[in-house]
């Protein structure tokens, strides 16, 4: 059962139909939020978010659109804060990968990677900062990744659309702060998710001081705290959740 103890403030979870988003979406409405829970392409398992949500007795709307689309993003954005106003927290989360070492790294790999990570930073946000700054209030929380604090092999996309996250996010908690709206950074490190199911686990956990591979609910901790009244007073800040591997 849902606490309710969030009862009228409302979050934007993009890409909340698997992995991270799937368990920052659930672990938002356990704290009390609103959730309103961004799909594209996957409606089965937003649906099923949904399903689960409001079993529990929280509270959930789902909204479909492309995060690289720019005008559809502006439209769902601005129709829904008109409607209901501004939400009290985004987490932009959505995001894909298309690997491949750089000498084989086509223009399609290329142009998806920033068009879907980085170019959503924009598209999502931008429409909606004017209904927080007149709030005065509220909590974004973006996405990036080790892969774009150190780089990584066969990544060079990814690494550049993770490594923009974090400049973009760190510019717009210096605009935002005196509206009291943090805007903090998340840099998951390898996570039990979709995306890690053909990565070289042989390879990759010798690397991780802890050994093992991060759980969603460990990052979905996080970002309920940074979306709490508690977090108030923190902002401008990137936060690894990574098992010491940086």
């Known amino acids: 059962m849902c606490v309710n103890t969030e009862t ?3 979050v934007l979870v993009t890409g909340a139909g698997r992995g ?3 368990a920052i979406a659930l672990a938002a409405a356990e704290a009390g939020y609103g959730l ?5 392409r996957s409606e089965a398992p937003a649906a099923a978010l949904q399903e689960e949500i409001r079993s529990k007795g929280g509270s959930i709307e789902l909204i479909q659109f492309d995060v690289a689309n720019r005008e559809e993003c502006r439209e769902k954005l601005e129709a829904y804060t008109e409607t209901h106003g501004a939400f009290w927290g985004i987490v932009n989360n959505a995001g894909i990968t298309a690997d491949n070492a750089f000498p084989a790294l086509t223009g399609e790999n290329w142009d998806s990677v ?3 990570n980085l170019d959503s930073f924009y598209n999502v946000l931008q429409p909606l900062i004017m209904p927080l ?3 005065k209030r509220g909590r974004i929380i973006t996405m990036a990744s080790v ?3 150190i ?3 066969g990544q060079v996309n990814y690494s550049a659309s993770k490594a923009g996250i974090i400049g973009a996010t760190k510019a717009l908690a210096v605009e935002l702060a005196s509206r009291s709206i943090t805007v903090n950074c998340i840099a998951p490190g390898v996570i039990e998710t979709d995306m890690i199911q053909n990565a070289p686990m042989d390879m990759i956990l010798p690397a ?4 093992r591979v991060g759980k969603p609910e460990e990052v979905a901790a996080l970002a309920v705290f940074l979306l709490s009244d508690a977090a108030a007073y923190i902002t401008r800040q990137v936060i690894s959740v990574n098992g010491g591997l940086v």
């Open 133 to 135: 700054c007149r709030k």
């Open 208 to 211: 991780i001081p802890m050994g």
């Open 147 to 149: 892969s774009g604090l």
């Open 8 to 10: 009228g403030k409302t």
């Open 151 to 153: 780089g990584n092999r």
């Open 20 to 22: 991270i988003g799937r």
């Open 36 to 40: 309103v829970a961004h799909y594209n």
């Open 114 to 116: 920033i068009h879907t």
